[in-house]
């Protein structure tokens, strides 16, 4: 065992419990073995003892454990609770999950987004279910006189061997409740775990396939209403005036009115990005007569001027232009290239890599772009608000609720203890739900009404008015000598509001020479985080150029990389090197001997890719068919080092939404802006991945080891891209640069 401090006091742990034990509680509730015959259920308990913030124990042993973090579909839900249990040393078939509320005193970093929620919050897990363990063997050793140190607990029960005396947790909680917590704890030897490492159902299942309430939209309450919003027809325009006459008449209709999303003196945040501020609303019944009613009513929208303001950005601040105008896609990609010509922002150099390429024999020269993509979670954006003089209840799918917490207090003058927003399950998010714009407007609205609400917005509300993955723009350069070894490496890219570079990453450290630039371009369309950001981008592109580079110098694609892992290892170029070149080699070593990597399969053309970010070590061989010159994807062959895996059956139905999601986007998926408008507007005219466009198989295959886990919802996306790029490229004969694939060079169909 590992001895451990614990860092949760008392007065901490009861204040969570009070505030678990009253208000709304919107978790559902459900013995996490999920079985559903009642018969198998225990009966649940008289009483409930509640031992610190993550968890309280009945008096029959059935416990509840707190899962603190929204809920985005990664199954954190399961996967956090089943580390309190496994400390706690309880048997996972007694055990109830419980959203947990929104309270950052208690629960360390209520955030979806980064990857970020069991590497985060792994050790405070564990010592949580640590801490109740060790208070239950004290409260044991007490009642039967004997020293803490030769009590055991094993599934859920405390023994005395000795004596032969034993006794189940509920017994023991009562008293358990009262003790002091300890000052340290500890946690059991990885070789001991019994819950971690084992496949476990999702505690949502039930709910998710008999379509039970769960999600934002689902929540009611009586006497609310239903509002929506008219947005602007474009980016660059803004509300001059609007004519209500026909449509506050119309059946179920209850008031229109006029908002402002954040008051002119208000500093935003990182996360407050909205993508338009004076906004229309209508208020009626139902959504139905609120559709109706947002089709007839009359608007008329001018230009925008130039403007800057100052945001405050994770303890800095930072001024942001947003320029006038009228953009489209086609003149942004003109200025993204011309960007790359003529601008210089040196993010890492090493040694001399303008000398080197001078010096070269042969210059590889590649660029790749990529297009706007929208979320299109498949519940759209929602909200539920019940604003009063006393308070602001807020319920709905939010993956920032502890950083909107703060911007939904200062734009209503409330005091932030007087906010209260409860979680539900996201309908996905993937970073759409990091902005929570529309939950600052839900509470404008309610406040204003005087009345609760929700807010909805519509598919083509989102999808049009959205905030989307940035377009990006990327070119390399790979310099070679008379031998064709590699000399000098170069990348230089940017995009929309935002850089994909991560310019420490591999191959950086691995060339003597070598050389990152960056650019960030100004737009009125509104652009923020997608699923791995950045990386869903610059890992295909690096990928591609990296698999073509191999080709020109002769190479296996893999060993080239193999090797370029080896000089990291042996002899880094530079200090800041950000991965690990063993768990980096490790990955596509394991990759190339599971997908049989070089074996002759007739008609098979295959691609490799591999890549490091979240934490995590991922390579990837995608297997194409070419079927009436159409690809079809016949299988995924993935490595994975994320450390230790805490649910393999939710660690890999992870990977193949990774997977999937990440085929889906660089084939098929593009917004494109025209005079400022999105050219897509619903799934008629923006494609995503059908059924049969996804990989027949996919094989998933996590590296065994016991480092602490790392992220898991984002890197299995990014290679991915490079993968099939490259195999796109073996079974057609043409490389691929501008995603979506689909559209470059017609080759499906």
């Known amino acids: ?422 979680l539900t399950r996201m309908g996905g998010g993937f970073g759409r739900r990091l902005y929570g714009h529309f939950l600052i407007e839900a509470a404008v609205i309610s406040q204003k009404l005087k009345a609760p609400v929700k807010l909805i917005y519509t598919r083509e509300d989102d999808m049009t008015c959205g905030i989307y993955r940035p377009a990006y723009y990327a070119m390399y350069r790979a310099a070679l000598d008379e031998n064709k070894k590699l000399t000098a490496f170069h990348v230089k890219c940017g995009g929309m509001q935002d850089s994909p570079l991560s310019a420490n990453r591999f191959p950086a450290g691995s060339v003597d020479n070598y050389l990152a630039e960056e650019f960030i371009i100004p737009s009125n369309v509104s652009t923020g985080a997608f699923r791995a950001p950045g990386s869903n981008f610059i890992a295909g592109a690096e990928q591609s150029f990296i698999d073509e580079l191999a080709e020109t110098m002769g190479k296996d694609p893999i060993d080239l990389r193999l090797e370029l892992l080896e000089r990291a290892k042996i002899n880094p170029v530079g200090k800041d090197n950000d991965y690990d070149a063993d768990r980096y080699a490790g990955v596509l070593k394991m990759v190339k001997e599971k997908s049989e990597w070089g074996k002759k399969n007739p008609g098979i053309h295959r691609g490799i890719a591999a890549y490091f970010c979240h934490n995590s070590y991922v390579a990837q061989v995608l297997d194409i068919e070419m079927k009436d010159k159409k690809p079809v994807i016949k299988k995924v062959t993935a490595a994975v080092d994320c450390g230790i895996v805490v649910n393999p059956l939710a660690a890999t139905n992870l990977c193949e939404g990774g997977i999937i999601d990440g085929i889906g986007h660089s084939m098929y998926s593009a917004i494109t802006i025209k005079d400022g408008i999105a050219e897509q507007s619903n799934f008629n005219s923006y494609h995503l991945i059908r059924m049969n466009e996804a990989p027949e198989s996919i094989d998933v295959h996590f590296v065994e080891n016991q480092i602490d886990p790392t992220g898991l919802g984002e890197p299995l996306n990014p290679p991915v891209v490079g993968a099939l790029a490259n195999a796109l490229y073996k079974a057609t004969g043409k490389r691929y640069y501008n995603q979506p694939f689909a559209g470059e060079q017609k080759i499906i169909g």
């Open 1 to 422: 065992m590992t001895l451990f401090k614990t860092t949760v006091g008392r007065r901490t742990f009861m204040k969570s419990s009070v505030m678990a034990g009253g208000g709304m509680m919107l978790g559902f509730s459900w013995l996490a073995s999920c079985k559903s015959s009642t018969e198998e259920l225990l009966k649940m308990p008289d009483e409930w003892f509640k031992i610190n913030g993550y968890l309280k124990i009945g008096n029959n042993g059935v416990t509840t454990i707190m899962s603190p973090n929204p809920e985005i579909g990664q199954n954190v839900k399961t996967s956090m609770p089943m580390i309190v249990a496994e400390e706690l040393d309880i048997d996972w078939k007694n055990v109830i999950v419980e959203q947990a509320p929104l309270d950052v005193s208690i629960f360390k970093r209520q955030i979806a987004g980064g990857s970020q929620a069991i590497r985060q919050s792994w050790e405070p897990l564990r010592m949580a279910g640590a801490t109740a363990r060790h208070m239950l063997k004290e409260a044991a050793a007490k009642a039967w006189n004997v020293p803490i140190s030769q009590i055991t607990t094993e599934a859920g029960v405390l023994h005395h061997k000795t004596s032969g005396k034993s006794a189940g947790y509920g017994e023991m909680a009562s008293a358990a409740a009262t003790i002091p917590v300890p000052k340290e704890v500890k946690l059991k030897d990885i070789k001991d775990f019994k819950i971690i490492g084992t496949p476990r159902k999702n505690v949502d299942a039930k709910k998710i396939v008999t379509g039970q309430p769960l999600f934002g939209l689902d929540y009611y309450k009586e006497g609310m209403m239903i509002a929506m919003i008219v947005h602007p027809p474009a980016f660059g325009l803004q509300l001059k005036s609007y004519d209500d006459t026909e449509v506050k008449s119309m059946p179920g209709i209850k008031d229109i009115f006029k908002i402002k999303v954040y008051n002119d003196d208000f500093t935003k945040g990182g996360l407050d990005t909205i993508t338009f501020n004076d906004l229309v609303v209508i208020v009626g019944n139902t959504t139905w007569e609120v559709m109706n009613a947002k089709k007839k009513i009359k608007t008329e929208w001018e230009p925008i001027k130039t403007s800057k303001e100052t945001k405050s950005m994770w303890g800095n601040t930072e001024d942001v232009v947003t320029p006038a105008g009228m953009e489209s896609s086609e003149k942004q990609s003109e200025i993204m290239q011309s960007f790359v010509t003529t601008s210089k922002n040196t993010v890492r150099k090493d040694g001399n890599p303008e000398g080197a390429f001078k010096k070269a024999a042969t210059i590889l020269e590649r660029s790749y772009t990529a297009p706007y993509l929208a979320h299109n979670t498949l519940e759209p954006m929602n909200f539920f608000a019940h604003v009063t003089d006393e308070k602001a209840a807020l319920v709905g799918p939010i993956q920032t609720p502890e950083v909107m917490e703060k911007s939904v207090s200062a734009r209503l003058g409330m005091p932030l203890e007087k906010i209260d927003i409860q």
